[in-house]
């Protein structure tokens, strides 16, 4: 079946270390989104990408890096210079067009401590 | 900018209830209009969608009408089930000059469903 893995589904980190979160898809799309989830503040977007080797900055972006390197994969890096890394992190995928939905992965739960 | 404003919950109905999420949105170019679920430690999912004035989207009794003149997209059903509480989530794509806009999402709006 095609769709978004999100990987691992809880993380637990020591504050000042990076962590990498990871994000494949099998669906071919050729966009793909970081989102972070905070409770009662909806989804806000840390990053994008609509192209391999192309990526651009959210909402968010400050603290956290991406790379596309390939067209299935798009991970995250928490970095320790983000102040609140705490959060549920929601990776997306879609097809061109406005009009095309998000899939979204089953997101990652980090936990900084 | 452009934004979309939902109504706050959380909302609590009986089974059987009728359901209304006020959704509301500003924006400057021609939006599509979205409306996504999400369950309890899961990820969002595509409910239903229109992408013109008019259009009406509609998914598992779920519906809801793109409305240019009142700039909403109001999620309504006609009655609801127990395994209808989640979340909702209101959201837009606006076209930038032909290309492809992100998503702008609603706050979402928790709605719980007593037996």
């Known amino acids: 079946d095609g769709g978004i893995t999100q990987s691992p589904k809880y993380l637990f980190r020591k504050e000042g270390q990076n962590v990498t979160l990871s994000c494949e898809q099998n669906l071919n799309h050729d966009a793909m989104y970081w989102y972070r989830q905070d409770p009662g503040q909806g989804l806000r977007l840390i990053y994008y990408s609509q192209i391999v080797n192309d990526f651009q900055k959210g909402d968010i972006a400050e603290g956290y890096s991406v790379s596309r390197e390939k067209k299935e994969s798009f991970p995250l890096t928490v970095t320790s210079a983000q102040k609140n890394p705490t959060a549920f992190y929601l990776c997306?995928?879609?097809?061109?067009?406005?009009?095309?939905?998000?899939?979204f992965g089953n997101g990652t739960r980090l936990t900084v401590t | 900018g452009d934004s979309v404003t939902q109504m706050e919950g959380p909302v609590t109905l009986s089974e059987e209830a009728f359901l209304t999420i006020n959704c509301t949105y500003t924006?400057?170019?021609?939006?599509?209009l979205f409306w996504y679920v999400q369950y309890p430690g899961e990820g969002l999912q595509l409910l239903l969608k229109?992408?013109?004035?008019?259009d009406k989207g509609s998914n598992k009794g779920f519906e809801a009408t793109y409305r240019k003149e009142t700039t909403s997209f109001h999620l309504e059903k006609g009655s609801v089930q127990v395994s209808d509480s989640a979340v909702y989530f209101c959201a837009l794509s606006v076209d930038y000059g032909g290309s492809q806009g992100n998503l702008i999402f609603g706050k979402g709006t928790k709605l719980s469903v007593k037996p």
């Open positions: 997306a995928s879609s097809d061109r067009g406005l009009s095309s939905p998000l899939h």
């Open positions: 229109a992408t013109k004035a008019d």
């Open positions: 924006a400057t170019g021609y939006p599509s």
